[in-house]
């Protein structure tokens, strides 16, 4: 059976609690990484002719394995393992297998690097035939460990990676997709980290480029290498060293330049002059502009990008948000960048995104291709598109997309993003803060002191609802009526505002149009989705499927074409995307499997069956309807006895209630009280409720019976069911019945939350304006008359 991305993902994170305890994730992660990237080579390429990763005869991950429960099991890992694969391939600063501190030492660094090594035996993990070129499947794996471990190595170690999402804007707006590329294409990294942005940036091109990077941190230099070849990049360059202060790409004395770069450098580092004399720089990077700040070494990263670019060339640099209008120094640099054309845009990200620290950040786009003729900068304000997830703030599907499309097109979109003149960047002062030109704040709903003095509601409030107008003219009419020049009245009563606006026929037809219009691409979806193959590639496939879905909404009144994007995008997240991995792998197959947990004393138990591509609610919905309708009717029945029960009980417990002399209530002890009691005519009203009582539990056991053989012959049914199942049936079952079944209700919850909104706004209009003020004044002195009188009654009186 193919392995599933999200088992992949559990089975590699679960390795972490092996070391746990010893040392932090920053410190852990290379063991983890070093495993899967020894794991990797040795299934791909041991025993491969001219393969790109050498893998020395007796230091392949068979030879490791062959090492657990060895006394000396650490120090042989490092010389029989380690060692030859690092001098093989020029890998540096290795981790020490070796190392008490962080392992423990004896029978406890023995157990640990032995149970690690078990859980890459997994044979779900074998990447013999794993097709990296096309489907990174474990590239992604290296990514989700990585982003993991930045989330726990906390704020000052968190620096060796940058967010995928934010990775993938910055690798889609400098524009190599769709440019004429080839091997002679080069893309460049001054602070590559752990290499996620780079390889984010080869992916984008249409043919393998020429990667070159460097990392100051040995260190995280060796787990760039590492992602590299596990992403199926063995030819990147990856140095080490101060970029600043020793930037190792040259061509002779000069720098090399390249065709496009992108980096991620530490922000406002205090120390980026060290080792250098900016003022006589050799490489000329900052005499043209100016020299940044002796303590803020934003610019000084930037201005080096900028020199390493090509007359033509084109990159992306993340920094603070504090480059776009600090003065003094900073401000002279940015005022020759922008005269010299070379800022083609800027975008605001949301705060808290990065893991080195959580102070908003900035995408600098730089183009040097008519750097002299650029008449503008085109700035996005995206600081509002996000997600929460756990303590850090992550991109979604839709917000990448939607800065990606805004930033290409050059759209101009009201409170998102504009194409700035220079001259009204010069009469700013070169000042770049981005609420300077984009309004980004949610208009204040305001309050109308003539409605809450004199009643009605504003049509000026009603006007700002024409989206739903344009789409439903008689709608409004419907909710409101006239009041007065420039006011309305709420026409219907609040409650029935919901079924006014969901029941009017223009909404109505408007509901069952965008019914239809899904049930268009649906058709064509499930014939595309039908058609595949076992070899397909999954990510090829969703990214045609969630582009067509996009552009088939696109321009639709009310519905947000991301939104909608955004839902299959969420689903292929948390299903499909296992799903078609697994069709990728295997074909159209549907085998159930038994699910075994093991507990602590390693026991295994049988906890069931399950088939992951055709769940067994789906065969029962389609095959077994009547039978689920007769446990569905046997479960509402036992609910009612179940009901009964728990209302007697509730009824005469108490220490007054008829129960009261019961230690507890069950079979036994209500038989046996009301053996106690037969006979006695003063107790007859509680050996009727104890009857009662009886009666109800035995339905109750008979009716929990029922269900339960029920249950059971279903379950054998459905079970059954599934080696009788065509190709046909299958595909029809998984793509009809489950996928696009999920995505057609997830949309339908779009219109559900359009009618909603509007009711909540109307609602609010309504209450907020309905008891305007001299009624207020009339019911508050009529209330107070009223509690003077009571008062007068009591002999009380107010001084």
Partial sequence: MALKKSELYSSLWSSCDELRGGMDASQYKNYVLVLLFIKYVSDKYAGVPYAPVTVPEGASFKDMVALKGAPDIGDQINKKIIAPLANANKLSDMPDFNDTGKLGSGKEMVDRLTNLIGI??????????????????????????MRHFATESGKSKGQFYTPAEVSRVMAQIIGIKGAKTSAATTVYDPTCGSGSLLLKVGDEAGTAVTLYGQEKDEATSGLARMNMILHNNPTALIVQGNTLADPKFKDGDALKTFDYAVANPPFSDKRWSTGIDPLH?????????????????????????????????????????????????????????????????????????????GIPAC?????????????????????????????????????????????????????????????????????????????????????????????????????????????CPDLRAALFSPNRPGYLDLAVEKA???????????????????????????????????????????????????????????????????????HLMDYWAETMQDDCYQIAADGWKAVPYRIIETDKKGKEKDKGWTCDLIPKPLIVARYYP??????????????????????????????DGLFSDLDKINKANVAARLKEIKGDKESKDEAEALKAWLDANVQETAMKKRLKEAEAELDDKALGHYPKLTEAEIKTLAVGDKWLAALDAAIHGEMDRLSQRLTQRVKELAERYEAPLPRMVEKVTALEAKVNAHLKKMGLTWA
Avoid at 128 to 141: C, I, Q, T
């Fill in 281 to 357: 720089d050799p490489h000329q990077r900052f005499a043209p502009f100016g020299t940044p700040p002796a303590k803020q070494g934003d610019y000084a990263y930037l201005l080096h990008i900028v020199r390493s670019l090509k007359s033509t060339g084109k990159g992306a640099c993340i920094l603070p948000h504090g480059v776009l209008f600090r003065g003094n120094a900073e401000a002279d640099i940015r005022r020759a960048l922008i005269r010299k054309g070379y800022i083609k845009g800027i975008i605001g990200l949301p705060t808290n995104l990065f893991y080195g620290t």
């Fill in 626 to 655: 009547q039978d689920q309708a007769a446990i569905d009717t046997l479960s509402a029945e036992l609910d009612d006895i179940s009901a009964k029960l728990a209302e007697m009980e509730e009824e005469h417990g108490g220490e």
């Fill in 120 to 145: 890459f035996e997994n044979k779900a993990l074998d990447f013999s035939k794993h097709r990296a070129e096309d489907d990174d499947l474990l590239g992604d794996a290296y990514e989700y460990l």
């Fill in 363 to 471: 995408i600098i786009v730089i183009d040097k291709e008519d750097a002299q003729a650029r008449k503008g900068i085109f700035m996005i304000d995206a600081s509002g598109g996000f997600k929460k997830d756990g303590a850090k703030n992550r991109l979604r599907d839709q917000d990448i997309h939607r800065i990606v499309d805004t930033f290409i097109n050059l759209r101009d979109e009201p409170c998102y993003a504009r194409m700035v003149g220079l001259d009204e960047i010069e009469k700013n002062d070169f000042n770049l803060n981005l609420p300077r030109y984009i309004d980004s704040q949610t208009p204040e709903d305001r309050q109308d002191i003539d409605a809450h003095l004199n009643g009605g509601i504003p049509v000026a409030d009603v006007d700002a609802l024409a989206p739903y107008w344009q789409v």
């Fill in 496 to 566: 029935a505002i919901k079924t006014a606006i969901y029941d009017h026929p223009q909404f109505s037809t408007f509901v069952a149009r965008m019914n239809a219009h899904f049930d268009q691409w649906r058709t064509k979806a499930a014939a595309r989705l039908k058609a595949l193959e076992a070899g397909f590639y999954p990510k090829e496939l969703i990214a045609e499927l969630a582009e067509d879905l996009l552009t088939h909404y696109s321009g639709k009144p009310l519905i947000d074409a991301y939104d909608v994007y955004q």
